[in-house]
């Protein structure tokens, strides 16, 4: 999605070649072998995202009532809420995480007293009310340029204000109790277990004058028709070539700086397709990213942005019981707290919000992005 | 034997090049620099007009009658190799193979020295029976079997006879005797009479084969030679065996082993015109790649680790794209393209995948498979030395060795044999990588070759390997190590270069090049080093053949298969064994004593 007029221009300029030679239609690589300072002018760094998560920044001070129970102990408080006595919770948990309590744990919504299927129906059962952070780490964008009682201070930048209701709503379930760059082990199996199958996604640094300090670069984030190929350690294989899709509905190009190495964004709008399986379609709106560049060609950083927050839940909600019972994450819970922690986008019929803020942890390698007007252009460039 | 000085001041370099004449397009650079006794008349000869005459190669001809026969196992790709030829390649080989052991450079002549250990038979019956099951089961029997039983319960000696006596030819290389083919049609029968099944039986017969000396080792026949009375020559057979293994890495086809029959290999005409039909055939690619897969060392890659914390990208499909990207450009650059051989070590024309692309951090957009590539003129990447294969090859698992590197471009590139190091050598000082004052590999081997014993092989070959010290272990490029920058120059042999290219150059250049892979291509040929009149023969007038044709490799192997030479059998085993002996122990260069 383009931002602005301006933006598409940018974006044919750098795409359709007008006003640029072949080799700018290639990325430089994200520069192993060369200091920060050594860029050339014009140079453009590309990348592939290796991993992508649910941004977490958990320190006990975030959740001091504790953390969510795992799923072993909310199953039985719903078996009791449905009426089953303790001998008869026990017996149906006997065997857990498998046995007898799974029909009836799925189908724990109620709908004129008959089962209904909670993961499809979460508003069936009553709110658990999950614990929310109380605390004021996380990590993220002031997003509404205001300071406000429910706003966190990231932990990174040290930005005041920052804007993330979606880790307020979850950040004290188990599973997303860990720090970045550490994973929250469910997020991290969902960016896992598609990114073998799912076109990669792409991020490219144009403009750049000077990897320090520019403050006039481009920033473009794109989905490739490629997957990525893992290394040795289970990572996004570094230096790979990763075509463009040329029909991508993923690209978005925005204008931003470099300070200290650390690419920061303008306000950005950004529609990223995923794995519709395991993940959401991310529509951010209100985005900001930085990136860190970093001495090794890698790159770290924080995408933030306003993103609708029910998309967010079906994400959990369709790995339904095998989420519930193997990460430990009470699926209508998350509902009901995204839900309630929602902050933006009010709808105008029923004045309730839509989207959330949200911040998510985004770990890159280096690239070779290739444009399809250039798919066949060899030897053009490299980092010799 | 004349001592030969390349390059001046304090190289000592000795290499054995009796009467060697360097090929005439290239004695420019070499010429001022040939300072020994007798060697700027060789060279000057070299670069005087004219040169090999086919017509006069008798006057050129080894002196001696060759060697001895050989007896060699087949390595593991010509098992493969034959077993897809006669039975097609989608039959499966299970089991594993023994090692084949290198000697002088080769596993072409290693394979004459070894037997078949206890482990390696069984391993051996164990592929063979799964041969056999594959190519008389249901699936395949139609096509592979040219009759039918008349009851498949019971024995048919007629078609039994008929399938055994036709891949018998092709799986002893030659027609069965009556007594071999009673003997295997027995077997079936036998068998079939146990089992019930008449394609069981001819199974079990068909393993035997496939476990038989007779197949597993090309056994190469002598006898009278009515041309020399008093001489032995080798059979037809055991020609067309050799012939075939040299130039496709397989056994004779049907045509080769008809010309046999004919005894058309006994007579110049007729060997030339199977020696042309097999030049020309694209079974020449396979031989090709079979050679240099076998002078570069390749089997290696087999035992090929790298430390996967600190190179991820390096894995075993890595290695496998590495060493296919080499044989790939050496076969499209010497047989497609009918490239000079020189070529190939500065030409920056290759093959990549995905993988390498990222290895090498250039794009390469083909999703699966190969493209082709052409580095840019102002890469540093430029000719085989430059590829994975070679730089990734001769390193450590964690850091690379300019040592390593120099020893392997001297010994498998220019057959010159560098010592081992002694037992006691302390390599503390090389290893730490970490050592803040020494943070190039340079400047540790330049703390290290401070120990006496060191210097002198260390100048053998390190200036050389440090060339490449722009390519890491895994061979991804690089400018620094450890935020140093790397200086590549260095010389080869007394001529200076700035860096990897320089070096492909020097090597392109040099005339120990071409003399190692016309010795390489006559040893991976017969089987053994060459004698020394041999190798006078080979370094004179086949050298010469090859540098007028331009250095071209196909040319060169039909000059060596077409030639007496070739198929040249000595009387006696002893005294080609001491010829070839010390032929093979005056290769080693001399240390260089510390200045």
Redesign the interface.
């Known amino acids: 999605m383009l931002t602005s007029s301006a933006d598409a221009a940018v974006f044919n300029k750098i795409v359709k070649g007008v006003g640029t030679s072949t080799l700018t239609l290639?990325s430089v690589?994200g520069g192993?072998?060369?200091p920060l300072s050594a860029a050339s002018a014009g140079e453009i760094r590309g990348f592939v995202v290796d991993w992508f998560h649910v941004a977490t920044a958990y320190v006990e001070a975030n959740c001091p009532d504790g953390l969510n129970p795992l799923s072993d102990e909310f199953y039985k408080r719903e078996l009791r809420r449905l009426g089953y006595d303790n001998t008869e919770v026990e017996e149906l948990m006997k065997d857990f995480p498998n046995g007898g309590y799974i029909p009836v744990t799925t189908m724990r919504g109620r709908v004129n007293g008959e089962p209904v299927n909670v993961y499809a129906n979460p508003w069936t059962q009553p709110d658990p009310e999950l614990k929310p952070v109380k605390g004021s780490r996380g990590f993220g964008f002031n997003l509404d340029g205001k300071n406000g009682t429910e706003d966190f201070v990231d932990p990174v930048s040290g930005e005041t204000g920052v804007d993330n209701q979606m880790y307020r709503a979850l950040g004290c379930i188990q599973n997303f109790a860990f720090h970045a760059p550490d994973l929250p082990i469910y997020p991290f199996a969902q960016w896992d277990l598609t990114r073998d199958t799912a076109p990669a996604w792409l991020i490219e640094i144009r403009d750049i004058d000077d990897l320090q300090n520019d403050d006039d670069v481009t920033i473009i984030i794109d989905k490739s028709v490629?997957t990525i190929?893992r290394?040795?350690?289970g990572?996004a294989?570094?230096?790979?070539?990763l075509?463009v899709d040329p029909n991508s509905r993923s690209r978005t190009v925005v204008k931003g700086s470099i300070e200290n190495g650390v690419v920061s964004t303008t306000t950005f709008e950004s529609s990223l397709e995923a794995d519709p399986m395991l993940l959401p379609l991310f529509e951010f709106k209100g985005a900001r990213f930085r990136l860190a560049l970093n001495e090794d060609g890698s790159a770290q950083g924080i995408l933030g942005g306003y993103q609708p927050w029910e998309p967010l839940y079906w994400s959990y909600a369709q790995g339904a019981w095998i989420v519930e019972h193997s990460a430990g994450i009470d699926i209508p819970g998350v509902y009901y707290a995204l839900k309630k922690h929602a902050d933006a986008d009010p709808d105008p019929q029923t004045g309730e919000n839509k989207s959330i803020s949200t911040a998510w942890w985004v770990d890159a390698q280096p690239a070779?992005i290739?444009y399809p007007e250039n798919?066949?252009?060899?030897?053009?460039?490299?980092?010799? | 034997m004349i001592a030969r000085k390349f390059g001046g001041g304090n190289e000592l370099l000795t290499a054995r090049t009796d009467n060697r004449i360097y090929g005439p397009r290239n004695c420019g650079p070499w010429l001022g620099r040939a300072v020994a006794v007798g060697a700027i008349s060789i060279a000057l000869s070299a670069c005087a007009p004219g040169g090999a005459d086919p017509q006069n190669e008798a006057s050129f001809a080894p002196v001696d009658a060759g060697g001895p026969p050989v007896m060699r196992r087949l390595t593991e790709e010509q098992y493969k190799q034959v077993v897809a030829d006669i039975f097609g390649p989608t039959v499966e080989l299970g089991g594993r193979f023994e090692p084949d052991p290198r000697e002088s450079g080769l596993l072409a002549v290693g394979a004459g020295q070894v037997s078949v250990t206890t482990s390696g038979l069984q391993q051996y019956d164990i592929i063979a029976r799964s041969i056999a099951a594959q190519v008389t089961g249901e699936e395949r029997r139609a096509a592979m079997i040219p009759c039918k039983p008349t009851n498949a319960q019971s024995a048919d000696e007629a078609c039994a006879r008929q399938f055994l006596s036709l891949v018998g030819r092709l799986i002893y290389r030659r027609p069965l005797t009556e007594e071999e083919l009673d003997a295997r049609v027995q077997n079936a029968k036998n068998a079939t009479e146990k089992l019930g099944d008449f394609y069981s039986g001819l199974e079990m017969s068909l393993a035997g084969m496939l476990v038989a000396p007779q197949f597993l080792f090309r056994q190469e026949i002598t006898e009278p030679d009515p041309n020399n009375p008093g001489q032995q020559r080798l059979d037809a057979y055991s020609k067309a065996s050799r012939l075939s293994f040299f130039l496709w890495n397989t056994a004779p086809d049907d045509q080769l082993l008809t010309a046999a029959e004919n005894g058309d290999l006994h007579k110049r005409d007729g060997l030339a015109k199977q020696v042309g039909r097999m030049i020309a055939s694209p079974k020449l690619k396979t031989g090709v790649r079979a050679f240099f897969e076998d002078m570069l060392e390749f089997d290696k890659f087999s035992e090929l680790s790298k430390d996967a914390e600190i190179f991820p990208k390096f894995n075993f499909i890595a290695a496998e794209d590495a060493k296919e990207q080499t044989l790939r450009t050496i076969v499209n650059h010497l047989v497609s393209d009918g490239g000079d051989y020189r070529d190939l070590f500065t030409t920056r024309k290759t093959y990549l995948t995905r993988l390498l692309g990222a290895l090498y951090r250039v794009p390469v957009t083909t999703p699966e498979g190969w493209e082709s590539y052409e580095f840019s003129e102002d890469s540093r990447q430029a000719g085989i030395l430059t590829h994975a294969s070679f730089v990734a090859l001769h390193s450590h698992p964690g850091r690379t060795s300019p040592t390593l590197r120099g020893k392997a471009l001297r010994e498998v590139l220019l057959c010159q044999k560098v010592p081992d190091p002694p037992g006691n050598v302390d390599f503390n000082i090389v290893q730490d990588t970490a050592n803040p004052d020494f943070k190039t590999v340079r400047q540790r081997l330049d703390a290290h070759a401070t120990e006496p014993m060191c210097v002198g092989c260390h100048k053998i070959t390190d200036p050389i390997g440090l060339a490449l010290e722009n390519f890491d272990t895994i061979g991804g490029f690089r400018m620094t190590e450890n935020g140093a920058q790397i200086d590549t120059s260095g010389q080869l042999d007394g001529v200076d270069f700035s860096d990897a290219v320089g070096l492909g150059q020097v090597v392109h250049d040099h005339p120990g090049l071409t003399s190692c892979l016309v010795n390489r291509v006559f040893s991976y040929g017969v089987g053994r080093t060459p004698t020394q009149s041999e190798k006078k023969w080979l370094d004179s007038y086949i050298e010469q053949s090859f540098a007028e044709k331009g250095y071209r490799v196909p040319q060169l192997l039909q000059r060596i298969a077409t030639s007496e030479a070739f198929f040249q059998i000595a009387n006696t085993e002893v005294e080609a064994a001491v010829d070839g002996l010390a032929v093979a122990s005056s290769e080693f260069l001399q240390p260089e004593k510390k200045q």
């Open positions: 290639v690589l192993a072998c060369l490629d190929e290394d040795t350690n990572d294989l570094a230096d790979m070539t075509r070779i290739v798919a066949k252009t060899a030897g053009v460039v490299g980092a010799q």
